[in-house]
């Protein structure tokens, strides 16, 4: 069982910048991937951008390419989205997830554990 809590998220005009943590505990934080992924009202839940177990490698969804970084730190069961340049369409529910597979992945029924879910809010 891994438990996972997202932080971070608030209200922020369009241009400026977030940073989402989610903390992770139970078993070992390293050996999964992780993901990161969202949902707009009344829109289906998207992934965002996905890490593997040791960070080598990371996806991105087209939509955040280049505005958005994923990281995480193993020593402290950690894993990060860092927002930059945001937009009015990237308000929505964000929520990270652990995959046992540790590839890190962008498709969302690969995903075992979740939290519940920060809200980012962009006003333009």
């Known amino acids: 069982q891994v438990q996972l809590e997202e932080s971070g998220g608030g209200l922020v005009q369009a241009g400026g910048s977030l940073r989402l943590s989610c903390a992770a505990s139970g078993r070992t934080f390293s050996n999964y991937g992780m993901g990161w992924f969202r949902q707009a009202p009344g829109k289906e839940r998207d992934a965002v951008a996905a890490i593997s177990w040791s960070g080598n490698n990371k996806q991105y969804a087209d939509s955040v390419k280049g505005r958005f970084t994923i990281s995480r730190d193993n020593s402290k069961s950690m894993v990060y989205l860092q927002m930059n340049s945001l937009k009015a369409e990237d308000t929505a529910v964000y929520y990270c997830?652990?995959?046992?597979w540790g590839m890190g992945t962008m498709t969302e029924a690969r995903y075992e554990y979740w939290g519940l879910g920060t809200q980012v809010t962009v006003t333009s």
């Open positions: 997830a652990a995959d046992a």
